[in-house]
């Protein structure tokens, strides 16, 4: 087993889903789902180098989200609404404490995404 902490391992555009994720968590808005996630990463990263990020896209967000919940850092939650097509919209919340992102994001992003 290794001892190497998950963050080091996520890209950049992971850790600013879940930073994303952990501030939507700080504000008591989640768990949140894919469409409204995209819609706050956008929000957030408009100030944020290209070259550090880029565009993120609603399929980019839904990668992260798989990633960081193999890393156990978000879970999906199955909301009993269903969308209109009939189909149920997971949504995300954090699986570690809002700290714990904090202190672990790469400082580039940290500086530049959190309130």
């Known amino acids: 087993m290794s001892d190497e902490s998950p963050f080091e391992s996520i890209t950049l555009t992971n850790q600013a889903v879940l930073l994303t994720v952990a501030e939507l968590a700080r504000q008591n808005e989640t768990p949140v789902q894919t469409h409204d996630l995209r819609k706050h990463c956008q929000e957030r990263l408009a100030d944020v180098e ?54 672990e994001i790469d400082e580039r992003l940290h500086e530049t995404l959190v309130e």
């Open 50 to 103: 290209t070259e550090v990020i880029g565009t993120i896209s609603e399929a980019d967000i839904i990668r992260s989200l798989y990633q960081l919940e193999d890393e156990d850092l978000v879970n999906e939650i199955h909301q009993s609404a269903t969308s209109p097509t009939g189909k149920g919209r997971p949504a995300y919340t954090l699986a570690v404490s809002e700290t714990t992102v904090y202190d």
